[in-house]
């Protein structure tokens, strides 16, 4: 019972962590309905600067908050020197220029960092387990994660929902067109909202550097699942984001958990082993292609056209 | 036909002579690093060849397509770890379950649009990488070893280089020869009509979907063709050869020789395979050249090398 408790706030935990990652990608492909494969780079930036930030000023919070910075800059530098000029291109044009970044990054990360992963150690005060109810402890880390991610998602909502700005890029999402003849300085925007999603992400891949390593292509599987999430979801729409992220988040760890057990019932032990990662990965795949089957525009559309 | 003697006619008779004439130019040499470099060359233009069907003709951007690489692939792996030899089984055995595979994900994937399509075709090779990495008994993710090639019997020896070499060779100029016949027939000409206006296809009455499905299994089975090549010359399969960044690969060697004609995709499997290779003997960071070279390619060069050559006409 405490194992499954426990079990539910990991997929929690990593269910919101993919959350940031896929608002990101979510906002800027329904807003600007460009496919940014180079997402992953993002996050992985942010994670590579975070571990630099925190060894040069020697504090976690002072290094995280220069990262975040950082990969804001790194993503409107990014928008403005070459992915603006994509806009309204073929989705394959996307792809295709993404893919490239992607490369460049990997490979600039293993010129300047070196080959080898990076850590990036947490302060004393985030290592001590928490006893969230009498008998199960929780590492204070993966409760901080949790406490920030809903506090950014939190805030997300609000912008989005409630604020001038959230307006637009609402209104963005549903239909480019008219608002640019609305007279809305829509450049401007798409600069702000990449920015933010790069932000997003690096916050995301900051976040996740302490429990696994920092090191190259470490963004490459979270983006594909990302977009699992936002497909999933419907692309443009923060709230399908949200819940499908969740539910990935749920399945993958439930899975990677239990699935070695129930495997062992009809496999051999080695065999349930090798095949009980696999399963779990691939459950998430499975239930993309039923939903894409089941309704081939993901649960919540966000614009109708 | 009148010959015009144009670039990109030049071009292409360069590359076809080229390629013919290579093992010759090897064995002069003595550079059999060449030749080893452009079987691989090869192999990924029948890929690229069987992606561009799909994707240039057919406008199904596939982002999934290392999946049939892999099921050709395993399938040799498999049938020869399990001590069936004879090619005369492999093969068709390839080619069969690469058919059956993009018979389901294509009647299933082709549900959906645009972008969605993109994903679902990821999706399904995805979940195709799973399945083989979960094999317990066929390596998992360190992959399977093949100790012996695709037995002919007298017919062809796969283990000598120069034979195998023109056996991939011949397998490109097949499957060239086969979507050249394909999209100047009725069915191809369907399938270009469906990729530009669906709506009025289906109104004049053609069952857009079904013509679709068809010419998806049509470039499966190709490309498990080129895996059952590539594992050969390999002598090993793994899971990663149906990662999506080999998706992307192919992709890109479509796009940048020239998406929708008949030949820029082998000119782009040589350029980007060329590229790589050289650019990593001049530093070990070569994507750091590569990466900002294919953002350019996109930004500039629209319709890819085959499109250049077909502006630079004499005159």
Known sequence: MLLLVEQLLNGLQFGLLLFLLAAGLTLVFGIMDFVNLAHGSLYMMGAYFASTFAAWTGSFIIGVALALGATLLLGIVLEFVALRHLYGRDHLDHVLATFGLILFFNDAVRLIWGPAGLALPLPTWLTVPVQIVPGLFYPSYRLAIIVVSLFVAAMLYLVVMRTRIGMLIRAGASNREMIGALGINIKLLFTLVFGLGAALAGLAGLMQAPILTVQIGMGENILILAFVIIVIGGIGSIRGAFLAAIFVGMIDTLGRAYAPDLLRHILSPAAASTAAPALSSMLIYLLMAIVLVVRPEGLFPASKR | ?315
Not at chain 2, 47 to 61: E, H, K
Not at chain 2, 103 to 111: D, P, Q
């Open chain 2, 1 to 315: 036909m009148t010959q015009s003697l144009n670039a990109r006619n030049v071009v292409v008779v360069l590359v076809i002579t080229g390629l013919a004439l290579l093992p010759l130019y090897s064995s002069i040499s003595g550079n059999i690093f060449v030749l080893t470099l452009f079987t691989r060359i090869v192999i990924f233009a029948l890929a690229a060849v069987s992606l561009n069907l799909i994707m240039g003709y057919g406008g199904m951007m596939s982002f999934g397509h290392a999946a049939y690489l892999g099921i050709g692939g395993y399938a040799v792996g498999i049938l020869a770890f399990e001590g069936i030899g004879s090619g005369f089984i492999q093969w068709p055995v390839a080619l069969l379950a690469s058919a059956l595979f993009a018979l389901v994900i294509g009647s299933l994937s082709l549900r959906t649009r645009g972008v969605y399509f993109i994903m679902i075709t990821l999706a399904f090779a995805q979940m195709a990488y799973y399945i083989a990495s979960g094999l317990a008994r066929y390596g998992g993710d360190d992959g399977l070893t093949i100790y012996k090639r695709s037995d002919f019997g007298g017919l062809v020896n796969l283990s000598n280089r120069v034979q195998f070499y023109y056996v991939c060779l011949g397998c490109l100029f097949a499957g060239i020869y086969l979507v050249w016949r394909i999209v100047n027939s009725r069915f191809g000409l369907v399938v270009q009509g469906v990729r530009s206006n669906e709506q009025r296809m289906q109104a004049i009455g053609f069952h857009a979907n079904r013509y679709r499905l068809v010419c998806f299994v049509i470039a499966g089975t190709m490309c498990g063709l080129a895996g059952a090549l590539l594992a050969t010359n390999t002598d090993f399969v793994s899971p990663s050869i149906m990662y999506w960044t080999r998706s992307g690969d192919l992709m890109v060697m479509v796009i940048l020789g020239g998406m929708g004609s008949l030949f820029g995709p082998v000119i782009g499997t040589i350029v980007f395979l060329v590229l790589e290779e050289s650019l990593s003997q001049i530093t070990e960071f070569w994507a750091l050249i590569m990466g900002p070279l294919l953002l350019l390619i996109v930004l500039f060069g629209r319709g890819g090398i085959d499109g250049w050559l077909g502006r630079l006409r004499r005159g």
